[in-house]
């Protein structure tokens, strides 16, 4: 668990970097001490001074998957000046060429051209604008196939605790649905739930307002779902992306840059 004391006592971008640190040393820890076949990822996957970025915007998954394990995938600030999604060949696609790569990209791409401000490059905004972390750090081949389950969990909720400590995320967007229950555990009561379709059958994706602030465009699982760039899908997700502006900028409006 992050030492809160010291953390708190910092302000600005050294509370989150002391917040990362502590992190990083807890999640290393416990990977040992529990044995965790597949290793881990670093508590985020881009800079960390995406935290100090307005509007709070947090784009999150639930782990790393795969069977085997990554060692270049980790390492204290392993994405400054990256992202993971962006930066990085996975299973040698090329840098920022898989599937699910080119999905998180879309996600990134329809924030960036509404989120409040001047607007900015794409790569700029995914590696310094939009906090991208998976909430539980330790890869496994399926959510269902995570190591010591319990206890992952656990140590993943007390970072992640701590963290929204000193800093909460006005808005959130998950991919999966076991993604958008565990940040629900976290940010507390839901005040107000809708749902728009996906363009995908009777599938949908959630809306949520919850009583700290905090609003979850909740998407399913884009391994699955590949809605990103979907001619079927767009006109929903674009009604989604809207309203997840209007809700995170002071002024309430949308503008969607080019």
């Known amino acids: 668990m992050v030492d809160r004391e010291s953390c708190t006592s910092d302000s600005g971008i050294a509370s989150y970097r002391c917040w990362y640190e502590k992190s990083y040393d807890a999640i290393e820890r416990a990977c040992r001490s529990l044995e965790h076949p597949f290793g881990f990822n670093p508590p985020l996957l881009n800079s960390v001074e995406a935290l100090a970025a307005q509007p709070r915007v947090l784009v999150a998954t639930l782990n790393p998957a795969g069977s085997v394990d990554y060692p270049d995938h980790r390492g204290r600030y392993r994405y400054e000046g990256l992202n993971a999604y962006l930066d990085i060949d996975w299973n040698g696609y090329?840098?920022?060429?898989?599937?699910?790569?080119?999905?998180?990209?879309?996600?990134?791409?329809?924030?960036?051209?509404?989120?409040?401000?001047?607007?900015?490059?794409?790569?700029?905004?995914?590696?310094?604008?939009?906090?991208?972390?998976q909430l539980i750090p330790f890869r496994s081949p399926s959510d269902t196939t995570l190591y010591r389950r319990v206890e992952s969990v656990a140590l993943a909720r007390s970072v992640w605790a701590d963290?929204?400590?000193?800093?909460?995320?006005?808005?959130?967007?998950?991919?999966?649905?076991?993604?958008?229950?565990?940040?629900?555990?976290?940010?507390?009561?839901?005040?107000?739930?809708?749902?728009?379709?996906?363009?995908?059958?009777?599938?949908?994706?959630?809306?949520?307002?919850?009583?700290?602030?905090?609003?979850?465009?909740?998407l399913p699982h884009l391994s699955r779902f590949a809605i990103l760039g979907r001619s079927q899908s767009e006109p929903y997700l674009n009604e989604a992306f809207d309203w997840v502006a209007r809700h995170t900028c002071p002024n309430g409006g949308v503008r969607v840059w080019p």
């Open 94 to 133: 090329g840098a920022g060429q898989s599937p699910l790569q080119r999905q998180m990209q879309g996600v990134f791409e329809h924030l960036r051209r509404r989120i409040c401000g001047s607007p900015i490059d794409s790569i700029t905004f995914a590696r310094s604008r939009v906090v991208t972390a």
């Open 163 to 218: 963290l929204f400590r000193i800093w909460l995320p006005s808005t959130a967007v998950t991919v999966g649905a076991t993604t958008a229950q565990e940040l629900g555990v976290l940010l507390g009561a839901v005040e107000r739930e809708d749902s728009l379709p996906i363009g995908w059958g009777r599938y949908r994706m959630t809306l949520r307002e919850f009583s700290c602030g905090t609003r979850l465009l909740a």
